[in-house]
């Protein structure tokens, strides 16, 4: 067992914390997995086209609640993040 030692985050860790840091609200991730579930529908019922196959681009991005396209831009719409920043 560990006993009273801390666990450190290995380098690993802290690099995909920062990749997948959360960045998005979570009313927007309810929106993202929604579109993306309605997306993905598509491919089985109605039109059954094959381009509901993008909803799981917003269904993982809203699953996870990281969006690379907002790291990449240094965005975010999470307010947790924006108070850590301002404060």
Not at 41 to 46: C, D, M, N, T, Y
């Amino acid at each position: 067992m560990h006993g009273d030692r801390a666990v450190q985050p290995t380098e690993r860790t802290v690099m995909l914390s920062r990749l997948l840091a959360v960045n998005e609200h979570p009313l927007e991730r309810v929106l993202r997995v929604a579109l993306g579930l309605g997306l993905l529908a598509i491919v089985f019922v109605g039109p059954k086209t094959a381009w509901g196959w993008l909803g799981l681009v917003p269904l993982a991005t809203g699953l996870i609640g990281s969006c690379p396209l907002y790291t990449l831009f240094g965005l975010s719409t999470c307010p947790l993040a924006a108070k850590r920043s301002s404060g």
